[in-house]
């Protein structure tokens, strides 16, 4: 390591291929999410681990870009000693928020997450709430899910959506989506029956009871129930 720059944590590599041939429909695409834990866990393979911002930048450039994937592939993206699954002590009483974004675009922002995590750029969370990331190559669309600890706490949760939004520098009228794992594990799901975040105008709103919330908090998501094809993307 002499003459390296060193990580503030260790982060591993790892990718995990799903369905094989099977057809590419949405339909298909629900099936694979639905898979039972321990198959998902044995189907994940670390590539690497890295502790160096040296070495962190010599596996990304050997990796191939999520633009050259083929679909059903997702590639993880976590703390040493996390594995990327919804039943590890770290994620089990955590979740995720989701960014769907169409084809063309996640390579930049998977780049992007990346350095966010290792360099610490998630302002106003605590260092290690956030777990990892998932991006997730899927037919028609791409699925990128940032993972922490602590789903119960609201405010946290909602800190890090706006901390999201601004390494992504997401537009304002992004939606954005968040599922807590144990609903995961319940539904046997990963992006189905999520809840819905929608930026509302920048003024305060009145509630029927004449109470006010911030607007596009946390109060205001409604579920996202599934239908048919999937078009409710981060922006269109």
């Not at 321990?38 to 962190?56: C, G, L, M, R």
């Not at 028609?140 to 946290?156: Q, Y």
């Not at 390494?167 to 992004?174: D, S, Y």
């Not at 995961?184 to 990963?190: A, L, T, V």
């Amino acid at each position: 390591m002499t003459g390296k720059t060193p990580l503030q944590t260790n982060f591993v590599f790892s990718y995990m291929r799903r369905g094989g041939n099977k057809p590419k429909t949405e339909e298909g695409e629900q099936k694979h999410e639905s898979q039972p834990a321990h198959p998902y866990e044995n189907a994940i393979k670390t590539i690497t681990s890295v502790d160096t911002v040296e070495d962190f930048w010599e596996t990304y450039d050997f990796l191939k870009r999520p633009s050259e994937l083929p679909t059903t592939t997702d590639y993880h993206f976590f703390r040493g000693g996390i594995k990327p699954t919804w039943e590890d002590p770290s994620n089990s009483k955590g979740g995720k928020w989701i960014v769907r974004l169409p084809k063309g675009l996640s390579s930049r922002y998977w780049e992007e997450i990346m350095l966010a995590l290792i360099g610490g750029q998630f302002f106003g969370v605590p260092d290690g709430e956030i777990c990892g990331a998932v991006l997730s190559i899927r037919y028609g669309e791409d699925i990128l899910g940032v993972w922490n600890k602590t789903a119960s706490d609201r405010d946290m949760v909602d800190r890090i959506r706006d901390a999201i939004k601004k390494v992504l520098q997401l537009p304002n009228h992004a939606n954005m989506e968040f599922k807590p794992h144990q609903n995961s594990i319940q539904d046997k799901s990963s992006f189905r029956n999520t809840q819905v975040w929608k930026p509302k105008s920048s003024e305060a709103r009145s509630s029927a009871h004449g109470e006010t919330r911030r607007s596009g908090s946390w109060g205001e998501r409604e579920e996202r129930k599934p239908k048919g094809r999937d078009t409710g993307r981060s922006w269109r």
